[in-house]
C-alpha cells in the first residue's frame, strides 16, 4: 500500500499556474504508475495525467496536453503535476494516484491508492 499526500492547491487567476505536489510512502515508488485525476462538483472523477512506472514515459486528458506536465522525483519519492495556462474549467479537486503495475491507465478504479486531494479554483 502506498500513502499519498497532496499539496500546492489554492485560488489562481485564469492563465495563472500552480504546481500541485504528491509525497508518497510505503511501497516502492519508483516502480508504480502514477497518475492525477481531478473531479468537478457533480461530475465524475476524470483522468488527468500519468506516468508510468520505472519510466519517463508520460500521457495527457487532451484536455491538459500542452498546459500541464507531469513528472516524479524518485529520490524524493514526489509526484508534480505543474500546470499552466489554467482555465476556469480546471476547477476541481485534485488526486493523486498509485498503482502497483507500471503500465498507464486513465481509468480510476484501476488506481489502488489515492490521496485526500487538493483544491484547485481558476476564477475568470
Known amino acids: 500500500q502506498v500513502q499519498l499526500v497532496e499539496s500546492g492547491g489554492g485560488l489562481v487567476q485564469t492563465g495563472g499556474s500552480l504546481t500541485l505536489s504528491c509525497v508518497a510512502s510505503?511501497?516502492?515508488?519508483?516502480?508504480?504508475?502514477m497518475g492525477w485525476f481531478r473531479q468537478a462538483p457533480g461530475k465524475e472523477r476524470e483522468f488527468v495525467a500519468a506516468m508510468r512506472g520505472s519510466s519517463t514515459i508520460t500521457h495527457y486528458a487532451d484536455s491538459v496536453r500542452g498546459r500541464f506536465i507531469i513528472s516524479r522525483d524518485n529520490t524524493q519519492n514526489i509526484l508534480y503535476l505543474q500546470m499552466n495556462s489554467l482555465k476556469p474549467e480546471d476547477t476541481a479537486v485534485y488526486y493523486c494516484?498509485?498503482?502497483?503495475?507500471?503500465?498507464?491507465?486513465?481509468?480510476?478504479?484501476?488506481?489502488?491508492?489515492w490521496g485526500k486531494g487538493t483544491q484547485v479554483t481558476v476564477s475568470s
Open positions: 494516484a498509485a498503482k502497483g503495475a507500471m503500465t498507464i491507465t486513465t481509468f480510476p478504479s484501476h488506481y489502488e491508492d
Open positions: 510505503g511501497r516502492i515508488f519508483r516502480s508504480s504508475a
